[in-house]
């Protein structure tokens, strides 16, 4: 599915999960996630968990490209019967609003509302995304971020209507 001029959104393969794995090894990126797996460096791990989750109906899982080169990727999941979002974009393509572009589009694909986030307090790039695309921040809650080994705050965002 073409969404603008170079970014454009597909749905994830198992041969884009390898490179997606690859990414998230970024300690930068981890420690603003905060919130990793317990194994965020298990390559076999990672592969077998998202290879199941690509067949799950519940999911929806979008890998981002540029120029046909992957560069991230969008999912909508649902915890404790919620539908979240969560997304993670190569470094190298961070304050570009490329990631802003991909949700705004994801958001017009994946239609289920309310759809909440979850942001670590101090992650502001993602707190800025997550607003330019229609999100409000309506609580807060605390958690165990395993990428920093503490507890921390994170934010509470929703979106209720179709952009």
């Given at each position: 599915m073409k969404t603008s001029?170079?970014?454009?959104?597909?749905?994830t393969?198992?041969?884009d999960l390898d490179l997606l794995f690859q990414f998230?090894?970024?300690k930068d990126g981890q420690y603003l996630a905060a919130f990793m797996p317990q194994?965020?460096?298990d390559r076999d791990a990672y592969l077998a968990k998202h290879t199941k989750f690509l067949s799950d109906p519940a999911i929806t899982s979008i890998t981002i490209l540029i120029d046909n080169e992957i560069i991230g990727s969008i999912a909508k999941f649902v915890m404790?019967?919620?539908?979240?979002?969560?997304?993670?974009?190569?470094?190298?393509?961070?304050?570009?609003?490329?990631?802003?572009?991909a949700l705004?589009?994801?958001?017009?694909?994946?239609?289920t509302r309310p759809i909440f986030a979850r942001v670590a307090f101090d992650n502001y790039g993602?707190?800025?995304?997550?607003?330019?695309?229609?999100?409000?921040?309506?609580?807060?809650?605390?958690g165990f971020a395993s990428a920093r080994q503490?507890?921390?705050?994170?934010?509470?965002y929703k979106l209720t209507n179709a952009n």
């Amino acid at each position: 599915m073409k969404t603008s001029d170079t970014i454009h959104l597909r749905k994830t393969l198992p041969t884009d999960l390898d490179l997606l794995f690859q990414f998230q090894l970024d300690k930068d990126g981890q420690y603003l996630a905060a919130f990793m797996p317990q194994n965020a460096g298990d390559r076999d791990a990672y592969l077998a968990k998202h290879t199941k989750f690509l067949s799950d109906p519940a999911i929806t899982s979008i890998t981002i490209l540029i120029d046909n080169e992957i560069i991230g990727s969008i999912a909508k999941f649902v915890m404790h019967n919620e539908a979240e979002i969560t997304y993670w974009i190569d470094k190298k393509f961070w304050r570009q609003g490329i990631t802003s572009t991909a949700l705004k589009d994801f958001l017009k694909i994946e239609l289920t509302r309310p759809i909440f986030a979850r942001v670590a307090f101090d992650n502001y790039g993602s707190q800025k995304v997550l607003e330019k695309c229609g999100f409000v921040k309506v609580g807060r809650d605390k958690g165990f971020a395993s990428a920093r080994q503490q507890e921390i705050e994170e934010f509470i965002y929703k979106l209720t209507n179709a952009n």
